[in-house]
Antibody, heavy 121, light 109 residues
Framework: QVQLVESGGGVVQPGRSLRLSCAAS????????MHWVRQAPGKGLEWVAV????????YCADSVKGRFTISRDNSKNTLYLQMNSLRAEDTAVYYC??????????????WGQGTLVTVSS | EIVLTQSPGTLSLSPGERATLSCRAS???????LGWYQQKPGQAPRLLIY???SRATGIPDRFSGSGSGTDFTLTISRLEPEDFAVYYC??????????FGQGTKVEIK
């Protein structure tokens, strides 16, 4: 069955960096676009970044552009999110999600359990 | 960027009742690229509906989606105890961009 397991969250000071990982299994990872979606405590969902199945294209939300970088290693079935210059407003649970892409649009059909990032001094 | 506004913020209903949730977009959603998710406390979201009206794999038929353009609806025909949760709508734009509504909480009356 499809499994997505995030890791790398924790408490970090403002201005510092953190790298999140998402280990995928149960499907052909190299065939799917992958995303990061975050959720601040008690708040709604916010899309963060996407990477194409082969890594050829990447896009980020304006709120993280220039600070966060999404990447993947298809040989390791792993997705990454490098987060630099962290701010208090980046505090959230970060989910990795597999995309469902068809003529109906692009949605998120499998999600990991999430990893909490807390930015605080 | 398209802004999605969900209403009501909270819906208080009893098991067996019908739930109607609304999602309104600030501009027309391309090709009705609109989905709905369910999220329970401490859990990741679960995809219910995509393309405005197609049920995702394994989703019971008491969940249905409808609408087009700027107005979309998620209907739960008869609420089961496990349906009390927060529901989010989400749209896909070709920039690309993905945006979510702020959520509707369905609580037990």
């Amino acid at each position: 069955q499809v499994q997505l397991v995030e890791s790398g969250g924790g408490v970090v000071q403002p201005g510092r960096s953190l790298r999140l990982s998402c280990a995928a299994s149960g499907f052909t990872f190299s065939s799917y676009g992958m995303h990061w979606v975050r959720q601040a405590p008690g708040k709604g969902l916010e899309w963060v970044a996407v990477i194409w199945f082969d890594g050829s294209s990447k896009y980020c939300a304006d709120s993280v552009k220039g600070r966060f970088t999404i990447s993947r290693d298809n040989s390791k079935n792993t997705l990454y999110l490098q987060m630099n210059s962290l701010r208090a407003e980046d505090t959230a649970v970060y989910y990795c999600a597999r995309e469902l892409r068809n003529w109906h649009g692009v949605f998120f059909d499998y999600w990991g359990q999430g990893t909490l990032v807390t930015v605080s001094s | 960027e398209i802004v999605l506004t969900q209403s009501p913020g909270t819906l208080s209903l009893s098991p067996g009742e019908r739930a109607t949730l609304s999602c309104r977009a600030s501009q027309s959603v391309s090709n009705n690229y609109l989905g709905w998710y369910q999220q329970k406390p401490g859990q990741a979201p679960r995809l219910l509906i995509y393309g405005a009206s197609s049920r995702a794999t394994g989703i019971p038929d008491r969940f249905s989606g409808s609408g087009s353009g700027t107005d979309f609806t998620l209907t739960i025909s008869r609420l089961e105890p496990e349906d009390f949760a927060v529901y989010y709508c989400q749209q896909y734009g070709s920039s690309p961009e993905w945006t979510f509504g702020q959520g509707t909480k369905v609580e037990i009356k």
